[in-house]
């Protein structure tokens, strides 16, 4: 059977200033993961900004520099303060466990080492290392894909970001915790991602729809579902949802399945209201941008027919936010494509 080349293998750093020790895990860990020694603090700072390794192993109580000074360093810095850092140490008391907690260390090994304990925490963390690499790689995904819906639309970039972050005010003000928050501003970029198949000419038609094209117009949504895919849970699922379902209004007068009221997933409800805020206040190439007050009016006054009056009432809520993100994300001059 083949054996995993050193490029292949995870990377670990170890500190420690006694050589012992360091033979010790060294013996421990040489199977399993490409490893560097450093002897002080001042050289496992060289290493972790040169090196990137995926795991470091500190030992607290150094000469020069000890292992929180270390790794609060570490935390500091943009480049290395991802790293997880594990403290393997002689010191017992919880204080110290305490502090080094709080300088963002994810483990706490005591030494003399149990090897046992010392590669499980060492797997461990490892793989919850990978479990990031995987959400962050799932994320750019969905992040480009739905930069790829823009390059179909009309609308710039800008919009996207906007009615992203509108969103996420809105789920706050719902009451959704944080993670449901962020799931839903990375997810809303996804909404319109069905736009891919449907074809420019009609995408790009500066007059009214015809009926056949207004037709062919609403298959996006189950376009977008078919593109995402079927997620149970996590970002995907989100993305899902929304882009399927975004067009339906609280009177089921929508598309493209006629859902009403709380049949229509909360996300989707949600993303309803940002769409249409942020084209309101937006210059569109069939429409100038309307004023605030005008928008708000349009969107309370659409309260119960197109959008939830529950989340119309979040909109309220956090309207000066989301003034604010429309002056952030504002569209530089001449941003728009021609109208034919």
């Not at 020790?21 to 560097?36: G, K, P």
């Not at 150094?62 to 002689?90: N, R, S, Y």
């Amino acid at each position: 059977m083949a054996t995993t080349g050193l490029s292949d293998q995870q990377r670990l750093l170890l500190v420690d200033d006694e050589a012992t020790n360091l033979h010790i895990l060294r013996t421990l860990l040489q199977d399993s993961y490409q490893l560097l020694f450093a002897k002080n603090g001042s050289r496992a700072l060289e290493l972790a900004r040169q090196e990137m390794p995926d795991l470091i192993l500190l030992d607290v109580m150094m000469p020069d520099m000890t292992g929180f000074d270390v790794c609060k360093t570490l935390k500091q810095d943009e480049t290395t303060k991802h790293i997880p850092v594990i403290f393997v140490t002689a010191l017992a008391d919880e204080a110290d466990e305490t502090q080094g907690f709080e300088l963002g260390c994810v483990d706490y090994i005591s030494k003399p080492i149990n090897p046992s304990i010392v590669r499980a925490r060492v797997k461990t963390h490892l793989q919850l290392v990978h479990m990031d690499e995987l959400k962050h790689s799932r994320l750019q995904v969905v992040q480009r894909l739905g930069l790829a819906a823009e390059y179909k639309d009309n609308e710039t970039g800008l919009h996207v970001i906007r009615m992203s972050h509108v969103s996420r005010l809105i789920a706050g003000a719902a009451g959704f915790s944080e993670q449901a928050q962020d799931e839903i501003l990375h997810a809303a970029p996804m909404h319109d991602i069905g736009k891919i198949g449907i074809p420019d000419a009609i995408l790009s038609k500066p007059g009214k729809l015809t009926a056949e094209e207004w037709s062919i117009m609403q298959q996006h949504p189950a376009i977008g579902g078919r593109i995402i895919g079927e997620d149970s849970t996590g970002l995907l699922a989100v993305a899902r949802r929304i882009a399927l379902y975004h067009h339906e209004r609280w009177d089921g007068t929508g598309y493209p399945h006629g859902l009403k009221g709380e049949e229509i997933p909360i996300e989707a409800r949600i993303i309803a209201i940002a769409d249409v805020f942020d084209a309101l206040i937006n210059e569109r190439p069939y429409k100038p941008a309307w004023p605030v007050d005008k928008a708000v009016a349009q969107i309370n006054a659409d309260a119960g027919s197109h959008f939830d009056p529950a989340l119309v009432e979040c909109f309220n809520q956090v309207l000066p936010e989301l003034i604010a993100v429309n002056e952030r994300w504002s569209e530089p001059e001449g941003a728009l494509p021609p109208t034919s």
